[in-house]
């Protein structure tokens, strides 16, 4: 699955470097739309998503994927009233699955996450690669001996 996230990363940035860096905010709303609000707060190297889930019977039935820069949310939200009819909708029951890009790489790990009052809690870390340039390893050759 990991080789699937980087090959979706990689297709686009080639895409904002066609169209724009800012060519996928016109499309933001309509993709939003598909699945659970989402916010994002940012505070030094760390970053908390909070995702709106009402109606989650099981929080195992929430799956939540995070690679690189990509946070995965699939699921299915249930609203049981019987003997009504649904009048309006607002909010969207049922399955779901929503893909947010996140503002900077992040670890795997620490990862935390919590579900409460219907918001799922993420705390994640910022992924501060090693500037260290490459050493060579060197090769012991056996037959020399």
Same mark, same amino acid.
Request: aromatic residues 14%; without cysteine.
């Given at each position: 699955?990991?080789?699937?996230? %980087? @090959?979706?990363? *990689?297709? #686009?940035?080639?895409?904002?470097? &066609?169209?724009?860096? *800012?060519?996928?905010?016109?499309? @933001?709303?309509?993709? /939003? %739309?598909?699945?659970?609000?989402?916010?994002?707060?940012? /505070?030094?190297?760390e970053l908390i998503c909070t995702v709106?889930?009402? $109606?989650?019977?099981?929080?195992?039935?929430?799956?939540?994927?995070? !690679?690189?820069?990509?946070?995965?949310?699939?699921? @299915?939200?249930?609203?049981?009233?019987?003997?009504? @009819?649904?009048?309006?909708?607002?909010?969207? !029951? $049922?399955? &779901?699955? #929503?893909?947010?890009?996140?503002?900077?790489?992040? #670890?795997?790990?620490?990862? *935390? /996450?919590?579900?409460? #009052?219907?918001?799922?809690?993420? !705390?994640?870390?910022?992924?501060?690669?090693?500037?260290?340039?490459?050493k060579r390893l060197k090769i012991t050759?056996?037959?020399?001996?």
């Open positions: 699955m990991g080789d699937y996230w %980087s @090959q979706m990363y *990689d297709w #686009r940035n080639k895409m904002n470097k &066609f169209m724009g860096d *800012d060519f996928w905010t016109d499309f @933001q709303d309509m993709f /939003a %739309s598909n699945g659970p609000l989402v916010n994002l707060y940012e /505070a030094g190297n709106y889930l009402p $109606g989650i019977k099981k929080i195992d039935d929430v799956d939540v994927y995070i !690679h690189y820069r990509t946070l995965k949310v699939k699921g @299915q939200t249930t609203m049981d009233i019987k003997g009504y @009819q649904n009048v309006q909708e607002e909010y969207k !029951h $049922g399955p &779901f699955e #929503r893909i947010v890009e996140l503002p900077f790489p992040v #670890r795997d790990k620490p990862i *935390d /996450a919590s579900y409460k #009052r219907g918001i799922l809690l993420i !705390h994640l870390h910022r992924l501060i690669e090693s500037r260290e340039e490459k050759d056996i037959d020399e001996s």
